[in-house]
């Protein structure tokens, strides 16, 4: 099985939070560069024909390279889908699991962009469903919840190529905006939905 770049975002999606040219530069140089990287990588090994999860579980701890390459895959396809400009906030479970936890959706929005801001370094800053709550966790490099006791619900990349041509070093700028105007809760209410069915709701 070859593994593509996964991006649903095409032209001025995502204008004005990211531009065009980040878009270009991001899927096309680093996303689809984890694609082809790995499927050289798993050709003719025993990942070949596995599924990227199942790739990401069995290289957890014993083989760097292909982790890295199918994590950083995965995290990709999951940070587009987690974008849209102008997304309505969520009304329903991740709405109510929100309320349940935080004064104000507003309040909710601050914590993850101050907790997003103390990330070290190139990673990834997520909303995951973890023990049927939500929290925030930053995870360096290529490190994903994927097989972990974490559900991702959201991921934000901050890694330098995902807002340096639009933000130059304001990564707090970057984070900000993506959160107050360009996170798709619908398609994050449809992860917690995911879980539902063995986690109990606050
Ligand atoms: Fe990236």
Redesign the pocket.
């Known amino acids: 099985m070859q593994f593509q770049a996964q991006n649903i975002h095409q032209n001025a999606d995502l204008m004005p939070v990211l531009s065009q040219k980040t878009i270009e530069y ?1 899927y096309g140089k ?2 689809c560069g984890y694609a082809r990287t790995l499927n050289a990588l798993v050709e003719n090994t025993e990942f070949a024909g596995r599924t990227l999860e199942e790739i990401i579980l069995q290289s957890r701890g014993v083989d760097q390279k292909i982790f890295n390459n199918a994590a ?1 895959l995965f995290n ?1 396809d999951f ?1 587009w889908r987690c974008l849209k400009i102008h997304s309505e906030r969520p009304i329903g479970k991740l709405r109510k699991l929100v309320e349940a936890q935080f004064a104000s959706f507003e309040e909710f929005e601050d914590q993850y962009i101050t907790y997003a801001n103390t990330m070290f370094g190139s990673g990834w800053s997520w909303l995951v469903l973890e023990n049927g709550r939500l929290a925030f966790f930053n995870s360096q490099n290529a490190e994903t919840p994927v097989g972990t006791h974490r559900s991702a619900i959201c991921v934000i ?1 901050l ?1 330098e ?2 807002y340096y041509i639009d933000y130059y070093n304001d990564r707090a700028l970057y984070i900000s905006r993506i959160i107050k105007e360009c996170i798709n809760w619908k398609f994050c209410e449809s992860q917690l939905d995911a879980c539902a069915s063995y986690v109990t709701l606050a």
Do not use: K, M, N, P
């Open positions: 991001h680093h996303h950083q990709h940070y990349d890694w190529h995902a």
